[in-house]
């Protein structure tokens, strides 16, 4: 089971920016395609955002693509999500996780479903 870590989640107001980040010891890191995932108090989780292992090719949900960043340090062994303009349906609890392609569709990616602790944003109007 790979071990991840979410962290820089908090209280903003909207228009305001964040920038998440997810780090794990797993070696291999760099094999992985890794994506972030929010869930809302009384919803399902939803995907936001994947990213290759070499960072070549991104992906986004529809309701965050001009406003949200994904990108990956490979070195680091860390995974970032820069959210900007954010609003308060915003507001969730962000998880990353590590997946592998199926083809070179990254919406029909396998999600592993390595949950950590996720962390909180919460978007104030």
């Known amino acids: 089971q790979v071990q991840l870590v979410e962290s820089g989640g908090g209280l903003v107001q909207a228009g305001g920016s964040l920038r998440l980040s997810c780090v794990t010891s797993?070696?291999?890191?760099?094999?992985?395609?890794m994506g972030w995932f929010r869930q809302a108090p009384g919803k399902e989780r939803e995907f936001v955002a994947a990213?290759?292992?070499?960072?070549?090719?991104?992906y986004y949900a529809d309701f965050v693509k001009g406003r949200f960043a994904i990108s990956r340090d490979n070195a680091k062994n860390t995974v970032y999500l820069q959210m900007n303009n954010l609003n308060p349906d915003d507001t969730a609890v962000y998880y990353c996780?590590?997946?592998?392609?199926?083809?070179?569709?990254?919406?029909?990616?396998?999600?592993?479903?390595?949950w950590g602790q996720g962390t909180q944003v919460t978007v104030s109007s």
């Open positions: 990213i290759t292992r070499s960072a070549s090719m991104t």
């Open positions: 996780d590590a997946g592998e392609m199926r083809n070179s569709d990254l919406s029909s990616a396998l999600w592993y479903s390595y």
């Open positions: 797993e070696r291999s890191f760099s094999s992985y395609l």
